[in-house]
């Protein structure tokens, strides 16, 4: 596939799933996936959650409305969420973000992912001391 050179809701949702695809297989943060949403990506639950996180994306980057909740909340609930899988999420999402996007929409994702994944570990009080840490993910 050629690489994108704008961002539109069509391949926020290629993004949104590539990223899944390896993140429910990830060793480090899949169990946190698989336990909420379950092992199947096209069951109820996963479906649904991929939705909302099209409409977060296509907010961020779009200024698409759908999205009108509250991105932290869930987070509260995931037992022992630490930095480390934080940055294991943004290696990730990195990935999938180069192998669709050209270099310079892939950084401004990655900024966004480090922008929020700071806003995470602020708000669930996990030790805050880890941009260097982010950017080398
Ligand atoms: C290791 C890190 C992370 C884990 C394990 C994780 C896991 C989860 C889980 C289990 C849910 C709830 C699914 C459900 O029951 O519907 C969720 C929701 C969500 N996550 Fe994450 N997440 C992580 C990092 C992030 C980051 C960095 C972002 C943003 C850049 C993000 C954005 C969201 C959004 C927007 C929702 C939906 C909130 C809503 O219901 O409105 N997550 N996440």
């Known amino acids: 596939m050629e690489l994108q050179k704008t961002i ?3 391949n926020i ?3 949104v799933r590539s990223f899944y ?9 899949g169990h ?5 949403l379950g092992e199947d990506i096209t069951n109820y639950e996963w479906v649904k959650h991929i ?7 296509a907010k961020v980057f779009l200024d698409d409305p759908l999205y ?7 987070h509260f609930t995931i037992v022992d ?4 899988d934080f940055q294991q999420w943004i290696k990730l999402f990195t990935q ?11 950084k401004q994702f990655k900024t966004k992912a480090i922008f929020y994944s700071e806003q995470f570990i602020e708000r669930l009080k996990i030790n805050p001391e880890c941009e260097t840490l982010f950017w080398n993910a």
């Open 68 to 74: 009108n909740s509250d991105p932290y909340g869930p």
């Open 13 to 15: 949702e290629t993004l």
């Open 96 to 106: 999938s973000a180069q192998e669709i996007y050209v270099p310079e929409l892939v």
């Open 32 to 36: 946190y996936f698989t336990l909420e």
């Open 81 to 84: 969420l630490k930095k480390e």
């Open 51 to 57: 939705d909302i996180l099209i409409d977060f994306w």
């Open 21 to 29: 695809y390896k993140a429910m297989d990830d060793e480090q943060i």
């Open 8 to 10: 539109n809701r069509e």
